[in-house]
């Protein structure tokens, strides 16, 4: 039974396309953010939406679009990738307010 | 601004004990220290959190100074399963818009 699920796991594509990362969690957490990683290993928030509602937009391009249909779920869709977009996506959840975050597996994005 | 410094790396002998050290010499008096694991290709996972006392939970250990300004994660019995990059974080428990920010942690290698 995985928490926070994501999907694909692997994605390669082109440069200038459009692609989707989803998430999903089972947890009944009300809040859930997206965190970018890339070659160097930094780990950076990128969004978090809470109830379905975005709280958190960390100056990240607007090709970056995310949509959260109901709290278990949050997407990210990338429009017009670029090379720089290659990275390891990973969503998380968390109830409350306090700092205990549940990851889901990561996407690994690869853009050529 | 990093509001955390570990050092990059630290060697471990599998079975012994594993102390990571943390500075935080700028907390505030209600925020916390967290604790988070990165295996290898993994999501982070979340490890432990204190405020002023000492914590223990089945997976390690967490001793916070008097004066909180540095603390140590105690793994008590390192396996290899235990490498990983360790974070350690600063944390204002609160509102759904606070975020967790990740630095660049502690590479622990613990070796047979």
């Known amino acids: 039974d995985t928490a926070v699920s994501q999907t694909p796991k692997y994605l390669v594509t082109q440069m200038g396309n459009d692609k989707s990362i989803k998430c999903e969690q089972n947890?009944?957490?009300?809040?859930m953010y997206w965190y970018k990683q890339d070659s160097k290993k930094f780990l950076k928030i990128m969004f978090s939406?809470?109830?379905?509602?975005?709280?958190i937009n960390e100056t990240v391009p607007n090709r970056f679009s995310p949509k959260s249909p109901d709290k278990a779920h949050l997407n990210l869709h990338i429009n017009s990738l670029e090379l720089g977009d290659s990275a390891v996506y990973f969503c998380?959840?968390?109830?409350?307010?306090?700092?205990?975050?549940?990851f889901g597996e990561g996407s690994r994005l690869t853009v050529l | 601004d990093a509001k955390t410094t570990q050092p990059p790396s630290m060697d471990c002998a599998e079975g012994r004990a594993a102390n990571l050290p943390c500075n935080h010499s700028?907390?505030?008096?209600?925020?916390?220290v967290y604790w988070y694991r990165q295996i290898h290709s993994q999501g982070p996972q979340y490890i432990i959190h204190?405020?002023?006392n000492n914590e223990t939970n089945e997976m390690a250990s967490l001793i916070i100074t008097e004066d909180r300004k540095s603390s140590t994660l105690i793994l008590p019995h390192a396996t290899l399963r235990d490498t990983a990059v360790y974070y350690c974080?600063?944390?204002?428990?609160?509102?759904?818009?606070?975020?967790?920010?990740f630095g660049k942690g502690t590479l622990l290698t613990v070796n047979p």
């Open positions: 998380a959840s968390r109830q409350g307010a306090g700092g205990e975050l549940f």
């Open positions: 947890l009944g957490h009300d809040t």
């Open positions: 939406y809470n109830n379905k509602e975005l709280i």
């Open positions: 700028t907390i505030s008096g209600n925020e916390y």
């Open positions: 204190g405020l002023k």
């Open positions: 974080i600063v944390f204002l428990s609160g509102g759904s818009n606070y975020k967790l920010t």
